[in-house]
T-cell receptor, first 113, second 112 residues
Framework: EAGVAQSPRYKIIEKRQSVAFWCNPI?????LYWYQQILGQGPKLLIQ????????DSQLPKDRFSAERLKGVDSTLKIQPAKLEDSAVYLC???????????FGPGTRLLVL | GENVEQHPSTLSVQEGDSAVIKCTYS??????FPWYKQELGKGSQLIID?????GEKKDQRIAVTLNKTAKHFSLHITETQPEDSAVYFC???????????FGKGTRLSVIA
């Protein structure tokens, strides 16, 4: 079974630039999560989708972050404009339903200079 | 909201010894407690989880214990091997109602 795919794996940008991350969940998984993991900390949920609807985006900084999951499959997370404090690993995870085991992708490491 | 504290932040053990990582949580409504292993360049992998209707769960060399009264849970790894070296995260949630809240992680080093 293929795992959660993410791209790119690494990204370096300057502050105020824009960046986008892509995630393809495990086939058949209805729930998709985006997490931000700052160095030395655990993952923090940014947004949760159930199919193509948003379940929880309470911790998403909506002034600069946006996410979509068109057609209920893959998803993109965008930051515009980026700040220095956005430097982190962005993890995508998926689960079959809302309460099943979450499977994580390898993450995208973002460095904002 | 939920707050999860994890200790220690780093742990070094000799190969073959046991390792114990402890977490405490604040929300008494939390009922689901997974443990993830994170290796460099790989996705975080669920290694074991426990729900609040049981006090202990074991899978080969890995076990998790839960004390709901004290609101803490622990990961036990016996007969550690070098490939156990990784960062381990605990998490807690009220399953289906609140998102997973993670601890800050423990970097485990198993010395051969």
């Amino acid at each position: 079974e293929a795992g959660v795919a993410q791209s790119p794996r690494y990204k370096i940008i300057e502050k105020r630039q824009s960046v986008a991350f892509w995630c393809n969940p495990i086939s058949g998984h209805a729930t998709l999560y985006w997490y931000q993991q700052i160095l030395g900390q655990g993952p923090k949920l940014l947004i949760q989708f159930q199919n193509n609807g948003v379940v929880d985006d309470s911790q998403l900084p909506k002034d600069r972050f946006s996410a979509e999951r068109l057609k209920g499959v893959d998803s993109t997370l965008k930051i515009q404009p980026a700040k220095l404090e956005d430097s982190a690993v962005y993890l995508c995870a998926s689960s079959f339903g809302g309460v099943e085991t979450q499977y994580f992708g390898p993450g995208t490491r973002l460095l904002v200079l | 909201g939920e707050n999860v504290e994890q200790h220690p932040s780093t742990l070094s053990v000799q190969e073959g010894d046991s390792a114990v990582i402890k977490c405490t949580y604040s929300d008494s409504a939390s009922n689901y407690f997974p443990w993830y292993k994170q290796e460099l360049g790989k996705g975080s992998q669920l290694i074991i989880d426990i729900r609040s209707n049981v006090g202990e769960k074991k899978d080969q060399r890995i076990a998790v214990t839960l004390n709901k009264t004290a609101k803490h849970f622990s990961l036990h790894i016996t007969e550690t091997q070098p490939e156990d070296s990784a960062v381990y995260f605990c998490a807690a949630s009220n399953e289906g109602n609140t998102p997973l809240v993670f601890g800050k992680g423990t970097r485990l080093s198993v010395i051969a």
